[in-house]
């Protein structure tokens, strides 16, 4: 039986993760994880992509991005096969990395922007990797908030702009719908 084609709308807005064969490791250490956002800074640029948020675990990762053309398919695939590939030749590994296809689930309204923008950063949270969304290195969290520089592929203002026009506001805004988060379960 054949798999069901994906939407690809122009100007999509995706929730994509893709978690570990088996649930296996896909990032063992910073090198991993520094070379998977090169990939990921690539694939946004080839694809004319805007990721909006990310958000790497040790099993598993979280994006949000938009697609201006209809290539999810397309940049995920090159974004999965060539990480996968210099993964296993770096730890010496054979075999699939990921698990299956990528799970993406098109986003239609604002609200589940926002909620999907604290879910993926709160995740290393409720994993229970760190005490708060602002300790992991690993997010997009840190540079939406500022404190620390957004790497060149990341779009921040997306998100700020649902917390106002006011950079600082927003950001600070920001925050504190994330931290509220904990208090309240996302979906």
Known sequence: ?????????????????????RRQIVFFDGVDRRRFLRLLAETVRRYGWRCHAYCL???????VVETPKPNISAGMQRLNSRYAEWFNRRHALDGHLFQGRFHSRL??????LLELSRYVVLNPVRAGLCPSAGDWPWSSYRATVGTEPAPRFLTI????????????RARHAYARFVSEGLLVRSS
């Open 1 to 21: 039986m054949a798999r069901p084609l994906r939407p690809a709308v122009p100007g999509g807005v995706y929730h994509v993760s893709v978690r570990g064969n």
């Open 57 to 63: 675990l040790d099993n598993h990762f979280h994006l």
């Open 107 to 112: 986003l239609e309204t604002d609200w589940h």
């Open 157 to 168: 203002r997306m998100i700020l702009a649902q917390f106002g026009k006011d950079r600082a």
